[in-house]
């Protein structure tokens, strides 16, 4: 110990523990005493080097703080210190303590039938209570914002921060810190939830480093791949050094548009053709198309609840309609797309009760079936079909509880109709919904038959069409997903995870096989999407080609369906035929040879060999002679 003089030049001796006798009585209360002042009076530090920190200034300077600090953290003034252990300690403190003194005071005179002083009266049990309610009440209100402000970080702690500081830390090779992360990394509120209210360039992430040199190859790592966790594409920085530490700031990356021009957008929509219908705006306003031909003939449309999937959907196929293709809409929420309601059935087919839905994707098959079986020449002539499935993933459940039961019921007339006839023709029901097994047939078959599957569902599953549905990602090679998270965006991509910007409703990540582009869709009124859809020529032929006379009635209305597609592409001999056409072999020949109606044979027999005729055409040609036949389930052959 030096310099204990005395005197105005020199500061005040700071009195240290050595200077008393602890051990003695004396010492010891000296000892407390200054303790005691120093805690709940001045403030200072009781021991240790402490800072230059007064009573009502902050410090100026940083004392002894580790290296990884990433900003400097100055102590407040003293009297925050001392305030804070003044009403967490000392005032209940005082209070117990003058209760305490009362009691001890108050003996003597009740002893002696004397009255105390007023002051022991005072009660100071319930002064204390009072105090601690008050006391409870006011920590609420200061500490529940900060457990909330806390609790808050966490998701984007985890996601972003956490992962982003370990990257870095792990390139400048010093230690990670969980603690010291959350101080490393300013992130901006809401960063990657795609909220309506921020534009998100408004503010970017901002990483502090710890003071270590730095080149500029390892600027550019750290930029790159904190770049990466924080979902910004081709990241870059602009970096900053304040009193030998550095922060990175990172620079907005492209966006689309927070307001779209109308006045540029329906030109976009209408120069488009049909196999690349414009669906959004890049940023400066570049129109961004869908490409039916060359990466996806389906359509995966996944986003939460009303962040504008049918909105989507009906840019592109309102547009497609007025270029000839036929709309198949299944939408059990039955108004996600009145634009499309009460449109003449050449051009849309609206399904929304179930059993519908069912008896039309079962009607879908038979047309599948006619498309891939009819003549080769044929394939890919047909009028395209946009089939639209709304929530897939609830209606795929909704379509299997539909079949549970109708499987049963077919189930029980077969028992019934065996009991009747042992040799009655029934045949066992799939367990497999047929209509779920069609929407992963069209979506693993599609181009070939020009049928075009799009789907929208909140989170659009990869089992969404059971074990047989195979990977329903793989099938759809252009996929757009709205509000993602970064576990959505795993679950629906095999991408680098791009953040999900924030702003006003209407921005979607088109992902196109290893492609994404952050767009702006364009909203159209269901006026407009009708107008649009309505603009081309009327249709040549109705929406499924597999009518051939044959009508179903669905929930009172007439659709035309194919009664003979299990037969059509069938190629068969007259000799096989005779039987289900229930006729005799002679009579075929005969009108196969007079009767100029009679269907021309597909395939020429040759030597030994029969002439081979389409079974469907056969029928059709025996029906329209002799009237219908009655065609067993299996299709009579
Ligand atoms: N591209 C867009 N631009 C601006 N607003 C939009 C856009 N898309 C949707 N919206 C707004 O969001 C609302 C809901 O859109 P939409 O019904 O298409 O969502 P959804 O995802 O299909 O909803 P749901 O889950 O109810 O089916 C629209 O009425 C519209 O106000
Ligand atoms: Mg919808």
Redesign the pocket.
């Given at each position: 110990m030096s310099g204990q003089t005395s005197g105005d030049a020199t500061p005040r001796p700071r009195l240290t523990a050595s200077r008393f006798k602890i051990m003695s009585p004396v010492g010891f209360t000296l000892f407390t005493g200054r303790v005691l002042w120093r805690y709940f009076v001045t403030g200072r530090e009781i021991a240790g080097p402490g800072d230059n920190a007064t009573f009502f200034h902050d410090a100026t300077m940083d004392r002894g703080y580790p290296l990884l600090r990433p900003y400097q953290v100055l102590t407040r003034a003293r009297w925050r210190r001392v305030a804070r252990r003044n009403a967490l300690i000392g005032v209940p403190a005082a209070l117990l303590g003058m209760e305490a003194l009362a009691d001890i005071v108050e003996a003597p005179y009740h002893l002696f039938d004397a009255v105390p002083p007023t002051w022991t009266g005072v009660p100071w049990f319930d002064l204390l209570q009072g105090y601690a309610g008050a006391g409870t009440m006011a920590a609420g209100v200061i500490v529940v914002p900060k457990v909330k402000a806390a609790y808050d970080i966490r998701k984007p702690a985890r996601e972003f921060i956490y992962p982003s500081v370990q990257v870095a830390t792990k390139i400048l090779g010093v230690p990670y810190r969980k603690r010291e992360a959350l101080r490393m990394l300013d992130l901006p509120k809401g960063w990657g939830e795609g909220g309506e209210e921020i534009p998100i360039d408004a503010t970017m992430p901002r990483l502090f480093l710890p003071a270590v040199p730095l080149d500029a190859s390892t600027k550019k790592r750290i930029v790159a791949n904190v770049g990466a966790r924080l979902g910004i594409p081709n990241p870059e920085g602009d970096w900053q050094e304040v009193g030998g530490r550095a922060h990175v700031t990172f620079r907005a990356f492209p966006l689309p548009p927070v307001k779209l021009d109308a006045a540029k957008v329906v030109p976009a929509i209408e120069a488009a053709d049909v196999t690349h219908p414009v669906v959004g705006f890049a940023q400066g306003h570049m129109p961004v198309a869908l490409d039916y031909e060359e990466e996806s003939p389906h359509l995966l449309v996944s986003?939460g609840?009303?962040?504008?999937?049918?909105?989507?959907v009906r840019v592109v196929l309102s547009k497609r309609m007025s270029k000839g293709n036929g709309l198949i809409v299944l939408d059990f929420?039955r108004m996600?797309h009145p634009w499309a309601q009460g449109l003449s059935r050449d051009r849309a087919l609206y399904f929304y009760k179930i059993p519908e839905i069912h008896d039309a994707l079962v009607m879908l098959d038979q047309e599948l079936t006619y498309r891939m079986h009819g003549p080769a020449e044929l394939l890919g002539t047909h009028r395209p079909v946009d089939v639209l499935v709304e929530e897939l993933n609830s209606l795929t459940a909704m379509l299997r509880d539909y079949w549970r039961e109708r499987r049963a019921e077919i189930k029980r007339e077969n028992a019934a109709a065996i009991k009747d006839d042992p040799y009655a023709d029934v045949t066992e029901p799939p367990m497999l919904s047929p209509a779920v097994r069609t929407i992963a047939l069209l979506v693993n078959l599609g181009r070939q038959v020009s049928m075009f599957v799009h789907v929208?569902g909140?989170r659009v599953s990869a089992n969404a069409l059971g074990a047989n549905g195979g990977d329903i990602r793989e099938n759809f090679q252009s996929r757009m997903i709205a509000k993602w998270t970064r576990k959505t965006w795993a679950m629906l991509t095999d991408v680098p995870y791009v953040v999900c910007p924030s702003g006003?409703?209407?921005i979607w990540a088109l992902v196109q096989g290893d492609r994404v582009s952050i767009v702006?869709?364009?909203?159209l009124s269901d006026e407009e999407a009708r107008t649009l859809a309505l603009s081309g020529p009327d249709p040549a032929e109705p929406i499924l080609s597999s009518v051939h006379g044959h009508a179903r009635t669905i929930d009172g209305e007439t659709v035309q369906a194919d009664r003979l597609a299990g037969q059509r592409g069938q190629l068969v001999s007259l000799s096989r035929a005779a039987d289900t056409l229930d006729l005799t072999l002679e009579a075929l020949r005969i009108a196969s040879k007079r009767d100029d109606a009679f269907p021309i044979r597909v395939e020429e027999g040759g030597p030994g060999k029969p002439n081979l005729y389409d079974l469907a055409a056969l029928i059709e040609w025996r029906e329209a002679r002799y009237g219908r036949l009655e065609l067993g389930p299996g299709g009579g052959s």
């Open positions: 986003g609840s009303g962040t504008g999937k049918s909105s989507l929420k996600s929208a909140q006003p409703r209407g702006r869709v364009p909203y």
